[in-house]
């Protein structure tokens, strides 16, 4: 009995096996042609940009907290306009912050476009300058994905508890984010909190994120005072700071209750206004604890300003409950 013996080589491989194998092959070839791997990377960086935020401590300053009880609490609330790419004058213009800062004895510093690159960060030079605390959120761009991002930061001299972030919502495209980064202070006489945020310039968007803003600081603060700066983009004759000035205080016409109080002026390529607006504002929203502002103001630098908008001072007095004159509504 014999057995014929076939020499060809034979297939082991499964059922449809050499169909799936040329696929693949396939799928390979394509992603390694360069404009393919060129659309995956910039896909790739696209995703880290949206990644969830996280916010960023720096270690607590060595020196005593502020003491309070023959003092002010002054904040400061500043749109440190990051102009990308150009950057210009920035080590100069931040260092005339700085120094403004320091005259004015604020304790307390609300940024908004606050950059990081690769080689800088604003709020990390800012903070050291200082000799401050600071926390940091990323708001638009991501700094290792493309080599530069800004966000909103709390610097202060006081001890810095806690901190929550808050994603606002924007129809402006996936790639623009507004953000809320929110920093529980311990005083000594109480605890307060203090908001940075910078918010869209489309009416809907804003109206909308005005509404969220107000919800989240409440439920943040509870009975406690919270202070909220920034950029609001919005004049103050619009329909939603007329509502927000019905349930926080506007620190700027307390003191100030009429007159001019542009914080942002878009001028002629020749020169010239064209147009000034108020957009910063720092609002007071009471609490148990007894405030009253005792001074506010809008303030730049010069001869170099530090920005294309105006920084927003206020400074607030601690009061017994008794003696206090910002009521809650």
Not at 92 to 118: D, K, W
Not at 151 to 173: D, K, N, Y
Not at 266 to 271: E, N
């Amino acid at each position: 009995m014999s057995v014929k013996i076939d020499h060809r080589k034979s297939d082991t491989r499964p059922q449809g096996r050499v169909g799936v194998t040329l696929l693949e092959s396939l799928i390979g070839w394509f992603l390694s042609v360069p404009i393919v791997r060129w659309v995956a990377a910039i896909k790739r960086r696209v995703q880290r940009i949206n990644h969830p935020i996280a916010t960023i401590f720096s270690p607590p300053v060595s020196q005593d907290p502020p003491d309070l009880e023959d003092s002010p609490l002054t904040i400061v609330s500043a749109n440190l306009w990051h102009d990308w790419p150009r950057f210009r004058q920035l080590p100069e213009r931040l260092e005339s912050f700085a120094r403004m800062i320091e005259e004015q004895g604020a304790q307390v510093v609300l940024l908004q476009e606050a950059l990081r690159t690769p080689q800088f960060s604003a709020s990390d030079w800012l903070a050291e300058r200082l000799n401050m605390s600071q926390v940091y959120v990323r708001a638009n761009g991501h700094q290792s994905a493309i080599g530069f991002e800004e966000g909103a930061a709390v610097l202060t001299s006081f001890p810095l508890t806690a901190a929550e972030a808050l994603p606002l919502r924007s129809s402006a495209g996936p790639l623009v984010r507004r953000m809320a980064l929110g920093a529980r202070l311990e005083l000594g006489c109480c605890q307060v909190w203090v908001v940075s945020t910078h918010l869209g310039f489309l009416r809907r968007d804003n109206q909308r994120q005005i509404e969220t803003l107000r919800s989240w600081v409440g439920d943040l603060a509870g009975p406690e005072m919270a202070v909220i700066g920034g950029d609001f983009n919005v004049g103050e004759a619009s329909h939603q700071i007329r509502t927000v000035k019905t349930h926080w205080h506007d620190t700027y016409r307390e003191m100030h209750p009429d007159g001019e109080s542009s914080t942002h002026q878009i001028s002629w390529p020749w020169g010239g206004p064209l147009r000034r607006q108020r957009l910063d504002y720092l609002f007071l929203q009471a609490g148990k604890s007894a405030w009253r502002v005792t001074d506010a103001r809008h303030l730049t630098t010069e001869p170099l300003a530090h920005s294309d908008h105006k920084a927003v001072l206020a400074r607030l007095q601690h009061t017994t409950f008794h003696e206090h004159s910002i009521h809650q509504n």
